[in-house]
């Protein structure tokens, strides 16, 4: 039985986060490859690692595979435009490794993120002369943005040493801006981005429902408080902040924060690494829909006093550097429905631990950051048997005592569902690793993550995951240190 291209769109959706299989599925027959293909080139840029301190994008094999991507767009390039460049003085047939032949899909017209970093990275990359990059780019800046292309995702990001983007990309000056991003649905920008692209930006977007908004320098944006005012259904934020504030920045936050307050009906999804201007208790307070929070400060923040604070419909809470106060009333008041909980800080204390198995029967997965001495343990037993859907359970400890006495309460109290493991230890003893090993023989199968210093110790506990896999103990195995990368074992 075949299966019709509707049919197969549906099931390859699903799989658009499996490159690989979905990339297998070009080689079956002409069908299956017509309908993966603008679901692969969606979104190329996703299949490259980013690391935003440094805004470089990477994979394994880097280097190789942005030439091939590369070479790829130069050879979508229309006549007109290869003529320009030609006159130019620029033959992309230097660039490009095959003779010149036209793709058989207009891989362009199906890629909707469209991240003008990425792209210049690839620019960067291909070898051209710094004098002759800006021709280049307008041309492939052509190649996007037309009346063929329709765009759900913008990037816009920049290096605080580098002049304002819209110097390099005026988007708002193309004829095709408005044609091109008006559907937009999410938006990555920094503070470096000009009010010029974000208010024509708030003109002609009103559908974004995911906003990620990174402060790095000094510059003042007021153009972000314009496009997220004039959105309809905004839905995710993401606010983060590198830079220390002056009184010019505080004004901004201020109202930055007040313009996120009047959508707080329908945010559910909140990220914050810096304390909000209000405070971050009554900042909190507006957004009561919230399903995922993610509190990562840099620096611890105490409350002593405030009301409670109630999320009722909270599913995911990660903290770090949070007052144990705040979390505990979180946590105390989201009625059942956290299913996830990440609790960065040595000095979260037992109460926050009675919380979590007096409230969270729901739970799948937690993550403690403790010192083990006394106060994980004497709360561990009560988690694990009020818990009953917990699955992972992530412990990250810079010492190892009591780690003999954790392993005896893992066997003896996890529930059936338990089968996830991650410890983040500085220290590690074989020992126990296998008394925790030789105890869970009669149970599911587990997966194990280990973070440990030193490759030694790496390749000792490598041996001994390997053979407790035999044994069917083990299911998958990592074992990550700091020294060197590691490999999943399958």
Known sequence: MSLNEDVLSQIFEVLREDKNSLYSCLFVNKIWCVTAVPILWRNPNSYYNFNPFSLLYYTIDSDKSKKIL????????SEESRDILKNQGIDI?????EKYKRPLFNYINYWKYLNLLFIEKLITYSGIETSKVSIIRNEILKLFINTNTNFI???????????LMDLKYRLNYIS?????????????????????????LAKICKSI?????????????????????????LNDINFSN?????????????????????HADTIQYLKINSIPDMGLRRFLSYFVNLLSLEIMFSVFYNDFYGENLSLPNLKILKVRLVSPNIVTSIIENTKGNLSEISLVYDGYNEKIIQAIYENCPNLQYLKLSYNLAGLLISGLENLLTSCQFLNELVIETHNNYNMDELFILLTKFSPITLFKFEFITYEINLDNIKLFLDNWKDRNPMLLKLNVRGKEIKQQLEDLAEEYKVRGVI??????CEDEESILKI
Do not use: M, P
């Open 70 to 77: 590369f070479n790829i767009i130069l050879l979508n390039l």
């Open 93 to 97: 047939n230097n660039f490009i490794t």
């Open 153 to 163: 995702h913008l990037t816009v990001l920049k290096y605080v040493s580098c002049s």
């Open 176 to 200: 095709e801006f408005k044609c091109c991003f008006s559907n937009l649905e999410s938006i990555h920008c920094n503070n470096y981005i000009s009010d010029n692209i974000l208010e024509e």
């Open 209 to 233: 429902k995911k906003l990620r908004f990174d402060i790095i320098c000094q510059t003042i944006t007021y153009g972000i408080i314009k496009l997220i005012e004039a959105q309809n259904n």
């Open 242 to 262: 590198f830079v220390v504030f002056n009184h010019s920045h505080n004004q901004l936050i201020r109202y930055f924060e007040k313009s996120l307050i009047k």
């Open 475 to 480: 299911k998958k195995y990592f074992i990550n």
